[in-house]
């Protein structure tokens, strides 16, 4: 139906602007109900009430610009609850009370949906079989199939690695998924955010609940938990995951874990639990050739039952680099633009294209550019913009200038003078130079896509 189309290409925009948690947290399970033709309101469900005022007053903007992008003719958003999948054409939102029987509550009409289990926290839809497999994260595949063939006794705790977009959700929840169905009923699994476990902690601690919370997550045979980085600093959070991990390891219960970078590589982390990440297997996912690109979008569109030329495809692999999120959100706007219009031409692929890479990359300064490279190499901003020629500043500062040409599009002159007063043709040099390193080297191209990923968060 057009309200899931036009809903799932909106998402696919969502997902690039914020980060994977909080999409996961409160977009995930988000459907678009209808849009009022006469007023142009669209109506978006939301599960709870909760979610419903979160999302109302956090996304609003976001959720309203990515809805106009694919449909002009929506002036603005409305919220309401949907407690199961109820999607219907050209519903007004003063219908609501005839819907439902409650102003802020829809009552379904409209069997349920794939839902994520409320046991397991897993999505049905993660499947290994639909994980495509290439040179960028083969280790971790592998390691993961082993783990499913000897749960809690082979590479445990297992701890996967790599950007964002890059499939870790996808393989770990694929795996906790296999392991259901391998191990039928005889096995307990469950897959946490790291902000859900943060929320339950706070929540047990507000409540006088500890010990129901400990039971919850000792009581398991696989703890499943994505972006660990996100509970660095927090002392409580990481005291309590220290014992509940200690507790898993020590009955051979198995623990698989993901992170945006290696344990050694988050700083705010306590150095017991970095030990106890750094003393089973780590696994890194990079990021996906252009083969690689290729083949997952032959299968997404597949999968969707999508009709795209290859030529179509192929453009779209050799172009969206950085990761496989930004790939599906690209080919949710051309199949909803080929749909809508017949067929796509090559000038109107590339505004698409270029819209959504662009999209992350909107209104980053001068100033986060130099203070992200500085921090990621752990010296002063300073260093890069003076005259100093020290051996240890020299690679961050040709970053900086590859960085401010190639996502701000600076001029080579302004660069020069913005990074300690230097001449255009130093510039120049430092970007043919830095270009050249990440078409040679992965893992330099891995870092760069790193510092990227960090500037589009800030």
């Known amino acids: 139906m057009e ?4 809903w799932k290409a909106v998402l696919g925009e969502i ?12 977009l995930k399970q988000s459907q678009l109900i209808g849009k009022d033709n006469k007023d142009g309101v669209a109506l978006v469900g939301l599960p709870n009430n909760f979610a419903k005022e979160w999302v109302k007053n956090r996304y609003h903007k976001i959720i309203l610009g ?11 958003v409305d919220y309401s609850v949907v ?3 109820f999607v219907g054409e050209g519903i007004s939102v003063a219908q609501k009370k005839k819907i439902g029987g409650d102003k802020d509550e829809l009552v379904p009409q409209l069997p349920l949906e794939l839902k994520i289990d409320p046991k397991t926290n897993l999505n049905p839809k993660y499947t290994l079989e639909s994980f495509i497999v290439g040179s960028s994260n083969e280790l971790a595949y592998a390691a993961m199939q082993a783990v499913i063939k000897d749960v809690g006794k082979k590479y445990n705790p297992l701890f996967v690695y790599g950007g964002v977009g890059l499939g870790k959700t996808h ?3 694929g795996a906790g998924n296999e392991i259901v169905r391998y191990y039928q009923k005889n096995i307990n699994v469950l897959y946490v955010t790291s902000e859900k476990f943060l929320n339950d902690v706070v929540s047990a601690i507000r409540n006088k609940r500890i010990e129901d919370m400990k039971k ?12 660990i980085q996100f509970i660095g600093g927090k002392a409580t959070t990481e005291q309590e995951f220290f014992h509940t991990f200690n507790a898993l390891y020590e009955n051979n219960k198995q623990i698989i874990i993901s992170s945006d970078r290696p344990p050694s590589a988050i700083p705010t982390l306590e150095e017991r639990l970095r030990s106890r990440f750094e003393g089973g297997m780590i696994a890194d996912i990079s990021y996906p050739d252009y083969e690689m690109r290729l083949a997952i979008l032959k299968t997404k569109a597949q999968k969707k039952e999508f009709i795209v030329e290859d030529k179509v495809l192929e453009h779209i692999a050799s172009k969206v680099q950085k990761n496989i999120r930004e790939l599906e959100g690209v080919l949710n706007k051309v199949v909803f633009y080929i749909q809508h219009k017949g067929g796509i031409d090559p000038k109107r692929l590339d505004e698409i294209i270029n819209e959504t890479i662009q999209v992350t990359s909107k209104n980053i300064t001068v100033q986060e550019v130099i203070k992200t490279v500085a921090d990621f190499f752990e010296i002063s901003p300073i260093d890069l913009t003076n005259r100093g020629r020290k051996k240890e500043v020299v690679e961050p500062r040709q970053i900086a200038m590859y960085l401010l040409r190639d996502m701000l599009k600076l001029s080579y002159p302004h660069i020069g003078e913005k990074l300690g007063k230097r001449d255009h043709t130093t510039a120049i040099h430092a970007c043919e130079k830095i270009e050249k390193e ?13 510092i990227k990923e960090k500037l589009y968060k800030s």
Do not use: A, G
């Open 171 to 173: 393989l770990m929840q």
């Open 83 to 85: 407690h199961q999948s």
């Open 216 to 227: 919850k997550y000792r009581d398991v045979d696989v703890l499943i938990i994505d972006d």
């Open 15 to 26: 997902e690039l602007q914020i980060s994977r948690p909080n999409f996961l947290t409160w």
């Open 438 to 450: 990440i078409n040679r080297n992965q893992q330099f191209n891995q870092k760069i896509m790193m």
């Open 3 to 6: 309200s899931q189309e036009l």
């Open 66 to 76: 990515s809805l106009r992008n694919f449909d002009s003719s929506i002036k603005n």
